[in-house]
């Protein structure tokens, strides 16, 4: 696997998938939670066929052991094959599978693209192979999929792009009209393989995979600057200033998310768990905080998206701190795991860009001491004179300030921004390497 992708990245294209909304009338709606249903009943009917034939086969492999490893000398060949295949192979063919859902297809099954029991099927195949890779960390025996999972969705490797907008594919013999779709941005060129369409609190999404030639990337001028981005709890310190990161509208999704999180937590223990989960105001609750969830993960992104941006137009180098550094506090933010979770983003997003325009981005040493550093004179603080989250006790500093006492310092005993010292101190990297590492 790990091979396939060093491959992605050496050759000539980028591999990239984008998310999208899709805009839909009341008919393509239709289509799109029929096809929903469609991919569900496909993967279930599939899915049972597979455990028959799965249960079938362990019986066939233990009477092939039972029956044939006493009389080891005197196997011929041909049952040494079998015995060794069976061994191999302890999960059903998926195109035996398919084959067999076709063959029993009924007639209203023929309303719907055929695509969609293939790669339902296939999945499901990927799905049984990772269970029997146990070195893979979510395996477990697939699922039967439920009609009451919040998130619904199917695949389409026929679905087209044409200017702009998305068109499904259309069954065989249907004759009524077919409307495309609209994507809430403009998609890229050079999509390829397999579109994955999802259903979510009531709106729809596709995923789009592209291959993108290098040669179209179109390397962005260089500005001849530089920068360190310093991370923190609210807010992100570059160059250029204090990007916040914390916007009110997303404090109150967090602040939504906990509430629902409290609600259905009180939900359980009164009622018990398995009462709590079939009743219908449990999962109203839980809906509504699934959209909350969708709604932060929408405002980060776009915060993320327009903030790397920004970056990359801006700077040609850009440092940043490695995100073990910091072992953030966040007292006061709601939901402290979905926003801790940003800095990964952050650095996810950022490295692609970097790569793809052309931008060099450096990761500071764990060890390089970006905090305790005056950016001025280069002393590192030490011992008791080290400034916590909380300041620094000795000389009574608050939590967001730096204060320099070397004496011979030019900003001696001056109050500077904590993060603002930090961040010079990231951006000097760029031209003093040699200071990356402990000091
Ligand atoms: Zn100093």
């Known amino acids: 696997m790990n091979k396939e992708k060093g491959g992605e990245i050496m050759s000539d294209y980028y591999i990239k998938t984008r998310s999208y909304e899709v805009f839909a009338s009341k008919a393509m709606k239709n289509i799109l939670d029929r096809n929903c249903d469609y991919r569900r009943y496909c993967w279930n009917q599939a899915l049972a066929l597979w455990n028959d034939l799965y249960s079938a086969h362990q019986i066939y492999d233990k009477i092939c052991y039972t029956t044939f490893t006493p009389k080891k000398n005197k196997r011929s060949n041909k049952l040494k094959i079998i015995q060794k295949d069976v061994h191999l192979n302890p999960s059903?063919?998926?195109?035996?599978?398919?084959?067999?859902?076709?063959?029993?297809?009924?007639?209203?099954?023929?309303?719907?693209?055929?695509?969609?029991?293939?790669?339902?099927?296939?999945?499901l195949g990927k799905a049984w192979k990772s269970f029997f890779d146990k070195a893979q960390p979510d395996w477990g025996k697939p699922h039967f999929k439920s009609k009451r999972a919040p998130r619904q969705g199917f695949k389409s490797d026929q679905a087209k792009?044409?200017?702009?907008?998305?068109?499904?594919?259309?069954?065989?013999?249907?004759?009524?009209?077919?409307?495309p779709l609209i994507l809430s941005?403009?998609?890229?060129?050079?999509?390829?393989?397999?579109?994955?369409?999802?259903?979510?609190?009531?709106?729809?999404?596709?995923?789009?995979?592209?291959?993108?030639?290098?040669?179209?990337?179109?390397?962005?001028?260089?500005?001849?600057k530089a920068t360190g981005v310093d991370?923190?709890?609210?807010?992100?310190?570059?160059?250029?200033?204090?990007?916040?990161?914390?916007?009110?509208?997303?404090?109150?999704?967090?602040?939504?998310?906990?509430?629902?999180?409290?609600?259905?937590?009180?939900?359980?223990?009164v009622n018990g768990k398995e009462q709590a989960m079939q009743s219908k105001k449990y999962l109203k609750t839980k809906t509504?905080?699934?959209?909350?969830?969708?709604?932060?993960?929408?405002?980060?992104n776009d915060l993320m998206q327009k903030f790397t941006t920004m970056l990359v137009d801006n700077?040609?180098?850009?440092?940043?701190?490695?995100?073990?550094?910091k072992k953030m506090m966040m007292s006061h933010v709601a939901s402290k795991g979905m926003h801790r979770s940003?800095?990964?983003?952050?650095?996810?997003?950022?490295?692609?860009?970097?790569?793809?325009?052309?931008?060099?981005?450096?990761?500071?040493?764990?060890?390089?001491?970006?905090?305790?550093r005056c950016a001025v004179c280069g002393l590192v603080k030490k011992g008791d004179e080290k400034i916590?989250?909380?300041?620094?006790?000795?000389?009574g500093t608050k939590h967001n300030e730096f204060i320099c006492y070397n004496p011979n310092c030019p900003n001696y005993n001056k109050k500077v921004d904590r993060d603002e010292n930090a961040m010079l101190n990231l951006t000097i990297l760029i031209k003093h390497p040699e200071l990356n590492k402990a000091l």
């Open 185 to 224: 941005e403009k998609p890229m060129n050079y999509p390829t393989g397999v579109m994955s369409f999802y259903r979510e609190n009531g709106c729809y999404f596709v995923s789009i995979p592209y291959k993108i030639p290098k040669r179209k990337i179109i390397k962005k001028a260089d500005t001849g």
């Open 161 to 179: 792009l044409i200017d702009g907008r998305l068109f499904l594919e259309k069954p065989q013999g249907l004759k009524k009209d077919w409307e």
């Open 342 to 372: 940003m800095f990964g983003k952050f650095r996810q997003v950022l490295s692609y860009k970097c790569e793809w325009y052309g931008k060099k981005l450096i990761v500071a040493n764990k060890l390089y001491p970006s905090t305790q």
């Open 288 to 300: 509504k905080l699934q959209a909350a969830y969708q709604r932060a993960s929408n405002i980060q």
């Open 315 to 325: 700077y040609d180098s850009i440092v940043i701190e490695d995100l073990d550094v």
């Open 92 to 123: 059903p063919n998926w195109r035996l599978v398919r084959d067999r859902l076709v063959e029993d297809k009924e007639d209203w099954q023929f309303t719907y693209s055929a695509h969609l029991l293939q790669l339902a099927v296939q999945d």
């Open 231 to 269: 991370l923190n709890v609210g807010h992100f310190n570059y160059l250029g200033g204090n990007k916040s990161i914390l916007p009110k509208k997303l404090e109150q999704t967090y602040e939504k998310i906990k509430h629902y999180q409290r609600l259905l937590a009180r939900k359980r223990e």
């Open 388 to 395: 916590t989250l909380y300041g620094n006790k000795k000389h």
